[in-house]
């Protein structure tokens, strides 16, 4: 499996450094790609402006295959009262901090769904491979981007949606399980999560479909690898192993944190952003403790006033109201250059 994925992906190793967008950057994709595994940058927090440079310097930076990743969010449904109440709720935070509190949300990403002017840069571009997260594209999208010879994958949490992938002609599964960093591409956030492990949710998929599969969560090492290959999986995606590389773009107060996670852990939280995501326990995440589902507005709103606090309150010292994300394997990161990450990862794969 691992040697077939290898061949689709045209890659060495069956290695995929995770999108993470504001995290990860030219420099780290090229760096995982030169290296033989795929590296991939996130567009999802772009415009397309922003995104046709960003795949341009990575282009310049490696004549080998990259994934670029969109984000497939329904628009926010707004709810003026909701959205009030979030903000009178962080009115005594943004005093402390010394910043003025915002009168109104904001959509501030862009969704990959009905974007022409997206699609258009992908399609001039022509990145190796495009991945979806927290949704599909619709299948007119999707058959526009294989016919400009690109590989397509999908980000899963259950085997319906797994399904559902398989179903729209998607060439990979990347199956993300519970212990993942970041945010949950659950399609609907108002459905029940299963919560699967990596470890369950790729056999899962496999009983099901012939799909070729990527294992997303909790990986950190090569044993890690070797475990999610032999369960079937193709190739594994780890991303908050190469948070601490010096080519990604995490700021001193996130990589700090992060050689904390043995002490602090990590959770599960909708309140920075407004969706489901794992996070380095936190200022935020204790702050946010006990406020209900229905309590926080939509997805990308919440995130607009969740940045803004972050930046009054590291302005003032305080960098815990970051969106610090990481998985639950996050005490196990290494500091290392990219490259040296991959061929460390790769040997002790192969020796596993």
Known sequence: MASTLCQTLNIDWPLIQAPMAGVSTPQLAAAVSNAGALGSISVGAATP????????????????????????????????????????????????????LPRQLTEIYQTFLHNAAMLEVLEQARPAVVSFHFGLPDAAVIERLKSCDIVTLASATSPQEAAEIARRGIDVVVA???????????????????????????????????????????????????????????????????????????GAAYRTALKQADRSGTEMTA????????????????????????????????????????????LQGEPGFGAQWAGQGAALARELPAAELVATLINEWQSA
């Open 49 to 100: 402006e922003q995104a046709a440079e960003m795949i341009a310097k990575t282009q310049l930076l490696t004549r080998k295959p990259f994934n670029v990743n969109v984000f497939c969010h329904a628009p926010a449904v707004r709810n003026a009262g909701t959205e009030a109440a979030w903000i009178a709720r962080f009115s005594g935070l943004f005093a402390q901090y010394g910043a003025e």
């Open 176 to 250: 993300q399980g519970y212990e993942a960093g970041g945010h949950r591409g659950q399609f609907d956030p108002g459905e029940i999560d299963q919560q699967l492990s990596t470890f369950a949710l790729v056999q899962a998929i496999r009983q099901q479909s012939r799909i070729p599969i990527v294992a997303a969560g909790g990986v950190m090492d090569g044993r890690g690898m070797a475990a999610m290959l032999k369960l079937g999986a193709g190739a594994v995606q780890l991303g908050t192993a190469f948070i601490l590389c010096p080519e990604s773009a995490a």
């Open 271 to 314: 309140a920075i952003s407004g969706r489901q995501a794992r996070c380095l326990r936190n200022a935020f995440c204790a702050f946010s403790q006990g406020i209900r589902a229905e309590e926080i507005p939509s997805y990308p709103l919440t995130y607009s006033l969740g940045k803004a606090l972050a930046a009054a309150a590291d």
